[in-house]
């Protein structure tokens, strides 16, 4: 789920000290826009705005509107007309303009004021548009020119535009020079140079001969081909690598024209960025790294160019990133929001990115009628349902094997509990108890997973006479409370969840992998995994497996374990040696509904069936 304690911060940072975000978009509405519903308008009440929507609701389209609002901006360098594509011929209103109206606080005129801008087409732009004075057709205040001059505005009829940077982090243009050459252009092939293949080999000499120093100019054929070199700072890098849990030692970005120009009939003509990543002693290029992480690390470094107060518009940035990376981004965005109080307007599909933010900063667009509406002040989950996407509000309970998960199973069916029926799910986790520990207890500890719910086998328990690390006084109702843990045992909470989980964790996505780290960040991670194991983590028993106890529900008396004892019985049962674990589980299932209810595996079951009831 993130962190929820900076998003917390920014909100009050926001609602006490709004002046520090200065100039900023208070709305922008829209009498006539694409396929918008007329006079649609969208509030910014919230440092990040998010907007969600299907496929084809102009989420985009908002985007370069929002471009297009500041000094010396344009929706038409995003949005123009062609012989193909032309934009007049598509609306169905031709009476009014294309048009947008912005609202800033003027701090001269101390109010709230609006601008209007109107797409005009002209002999030299076609797609221009114009800052024009109020209209009263759009509901608009006319302006006073003697209250202008007197504010000392440039203008007679009309106020200022808002003056106010702005960058568009579109992941679409965020492909590197590799990607870019060999994904998204065509090569036709000469006598000498066949294939694409070998065209990259050939002009990747000039570049490889660059960035080992052999020469200190990037020239091709007689041109200078280097447009910009640089290496980001410590600062980005460390973001990056938290957000990637990786460590990056060093990344460098190469702005050149090497591979572009590739035929006359190209259209592939801009330069390119190749990324160097160096990472624990070895260097490569983005062309053996991942999209996601060539992406990111364009997106982040573009981000933390920003200057303060800046608009920042954000399209898919969960394109091509697992949900631990684009929880750790959203983190990471959060705080440069707090940092440069900046405005922030994104798109997304992402629940991993809505998650947590309160509704005043979640807008849903709909499309009702073959015209898209706005939702405003929306729970992220509402925001979700709406799209077609399931967020399970089902209680998860995971278990170790399949015998755990069919005797919960068999019960709640025979108890005939509709509740339980319809909202629980119960899975196996691969990998075993192990792997749920290093996982969903991991990610769980951080994510705070609350319909979640985990069932280990008895023989997983943990005596407290056999912990040296672990105390009684840490305890309360048979439950670890970790305030109990002094802060002075901070270097041994490691040993702790060692002796808890019986896992010893080697990375912790709360700390970015850093895990030799002894800070405040890494003690509140370990607290928070004590902690979640106390909430979420239960026995079916103490020492024994789920075959042992079973066996002892039916009294028989036995000489080895459970298991190798199922398998005796299934032999025996068969007639036959070779026996599969498909063969023992079907004989295993057998045996359930021959369990006595006054026998200690049915009463923990009971136990168990219990405790879930509790957390439905």
């Known amino acids: 789920m993130g962190d929820t304690n900076s998003l917390n911060s920014l909100q009050a940072a926001f609602s006490y000290q709004k002046d520090s975000f200065e100039p900023w978009i208070e709305y922008i509405r829209f009498p006539k826009y694409k396929s918008l519903k007329k006079d649609f308008i969208l509030h910014f009440s919230f440092p990040i705005t998010i907007i969600v929507g299907k496929n084809g609701v102009n989420k985009t389209s908002i985007l370069h509107a929002l471009y297009g609002v500041p000094e010396k901006q344009s929706v038409g360098n995003y ?7 032309k934009i007049d011929s598509q609306d169905t209103d031709n009476s009014k303009k294309h048009c947008m109206i912005y609202a800033y606080n003027h701090y001269k005129a101390k109010r709230c004021v609006e601008v209007l801008k109107t797409r ?6 076609l797609d221009y548009w114009e800052p024009a004075r109020p209209q009263k057709q759009y509901e608009m205040i006319d302006c006073n020119e003697e209250d202008l001059t007197r504010l000392g505005s440039k203008y007679k009829t009309r106020w200022e ?83 990637m849990d990786e460590e990056y030692d060093e990344i460098r970005i190469i702005q050149h024209s090497l591979y572009t120009n590739l035929h006359r ?3 592939m003509i801009r330069p390119a960025q190749t990324i160097l990543l160096k990472k624990k002693g070895l260097q490569y290029s983005e062309a053996f790294a991942g999209s996601g992480e060539s992406r990111l690390i364009l997106l982040v470094d573009k981000i933390k160019s920003a200057s303060k107060n800046t608009l920042v518009l954000i399209d898919e940035p969960e394109i091509s990133l697992h949900p631990e990376a684009i929880y750790r981004f959203r983190d990471f965005l959060i705080s440069e929001t707090l940092r440069l109080k900046l405005q922030v307007v994104v798109t997304t599909h992402s629940i991993h990115f809505i998650e947590n933010f309160p509704p005043e900063a979640i807008k849903l667009l709909e499309r009702i009628d073959n015209k898209v509406s706005i939702t405003e002040n929306v ?30 199973e068999y019960y709640i069916k025979k108890i005939n509990d509709s509740v339980l029926h319809n909202n629980v799910h119960i899975k196996i986790c691969p990998g075993g108890a192990e792997s749920i520990v290093k996982n969903i207890v ?30 009684a006084e840490y305890f309360i109702d048979g439950k670890i409370d970790v305030d109990r843990i002094p ?23 709360i700390n970015g992998n850093h895990i030799n780290d002894n800070t405040d960040k890494l003690f509140a991670a370990y607290r928070a995994i004590i902690s979640y194991w106390s909430r979420s983590v239960v026995f079916l028993g103490k020492f024994k497996t789920p075959e042992d106890l079973l066996i002892e529900s039916m009294q028989m008396q036995v000489k080895c374990k459970g298991k190798d004892e199922f398998l005796k019985l299934t032999q025996n049962h068969l007639g036959v040696e070779d026996v599969s674990a498909e063969d023992i589980f079907f004989y295993q299932k057998g045996c359930v509904p021959k369990i006595e209810k006054d026998s200690f595996l049915y009463k923990e079951v009971q136990r168990i069936i219990d405790i879930i009831k509790l957390k439905v």
């Open 79 to 85: 949005w123009f007309s062609t012989d193909v594509d």
């Open 120 to 125: 005009v087409n002209n002999k030299k732009n």
């Open 161 to 243: 535009n808002l003056e106010k940077t702005v960058i568009f982090c579109d992941n679409k243009e965020y492909v590197s020079a590799y990607d870019l050459l060999f994904y998204h252009s065509t090569y036709k092939g000469n006598k000498l140079i066949a294939s694409k293949q070998d065209f990259i080999r050939s002009r990747s000499r000039p570049l490889g001969r660059y960035i080992n120093k052999i020469t200190n100019k990037l020239i091709y054929r007689g041109k200078n081909r280097l447009i910009e070199d640089r290496i980001l700072s410590s600062e980005t890098v460390r973001a990056i690598s938290l957000i």
């Open 265 to 267: 009939n190209d259209c």
């Open 379 to 408: 729970n992220y989950k509402s925001a979700f349902y709406s799209i077609g996407a399931t967020i399970d509000a089902k209680l998860t309970v995971f278990v170790e094997d399949k015998l755990v998960k069919y005797l919960l």
């Open 442 to 471: 991991r990610l769980g500890a951080i994510d705070e997973f609350s319909n979640i719910m985990i069932l280990l086998d008895g023989d997983k328990y943990k005596d407290l006479d056999t912990c040296k690390y672990l105390k």
């Open 487 to 509: 802060v002075s045992e901070n270097n041994r909470l490691s040993n702790i969840i060692k002796e808890l989980t019986g896992v010893e964790f080697d990375s912790l996505p």
